[in-house]
């Protein structure tokens, strides 16, 4: 009875705790209650040359290349992350081409070419528009893209992850799977970390989320 008992308990543990698992747990936010809350749609704020559709974010026009950012930062010294969709049927693979999620470590909106890599920008991850591979940009003292060996497929997620430590990683999910680190980067930041968002002209930012100890201002 007593080993019935313990069973019943673990299962009853798992099934409260499956947001705490959702993520690694190197990565889960400790600042709420247990770190199971629910993660937190991003909603642009200020930026240029964008609009809005549900939880689509693109270009206001189809002509110019839109950049955004969200008035708020993951805490500094917490873990927490920042993720998208790859499109399944919103215009194929095509239309999440060059849409990057990035992190800056300042308030600012990251635009680049013209005001961002290099300058703002301190770590980006994008489904990389010159063939069906996932990329990753790092600045600060770094400033280098790299093509990853990981192709992106339509049903993937992908973000940027950081652990509480300061360890910032890119990384991806495909559909029933689980999150996957693709890269590491290799400057680590504990600092406040603030969310910013591009594209080209013709793609867009599907469902972007944030774990739920964003701080919003």
């Not at 809005?52 to 969200?70: H, K, L, N």
């Not at 893209?145 to 991806?172: C, H, K, N, P």
């Amino acid at each position: 009875m007593r080993r019935i008992f313990i069973a019943i308990s673990l299962l009853l543990s798992l099934a409260i705790n499956s947001q705490v698992l959702k993520y690694s747990p190197s990565y889960r936010p400790t600042a709420t209650a247990g770190g199971g809350c629910e993660d937190l749609n991003v909603s642009y704020l200020t930026g240029t040359n964008y609009t809005s559709t549900g939880t689509i974010w693109q270009s206001i026009d189809g002509i110019a290349d839109p950049c955004m950012r969200t008035q708020g930062y993951i805490p500094s010294g917490e873990a927490g992350y920042y993720y998208a969709d790859i499109a399944k049927t919103t215009g194929g693979l095509d239309s999440t081409k060059e849409a990057a999620l990035m992190f800056t470590l300042t308030d600012v909106a990251a635009c680049p070419p013209t005001d961002g890599w290099g300058t703002h920008i301190r770590y980006a991850l994008f489904p990389n528009g010159g063939n069906e591979f996932y990329r990753v940009y790092e600045g600060g003292s770094v400033d280098d893209f790299v093509v990853l060996a990981i192709e992106y497929l339509a049903g993937d997620q992908y973000g940027i992850f950081r652990s509480a430590g300061g360890t910032l990683t890119a990384q991806y999910k495909r559909a029933g799977g689980s999150w996957t680190v693709m890269h590491t980067f290799t400057q680590t930041s504990t600092a406040d970390i603030y969310l910013a968002g591009s594209a080209l002209s013709f793609s867009m930012i599907i469902n972007p989320m944030v774990s739920c100890n964003f701080s919003g201002l």
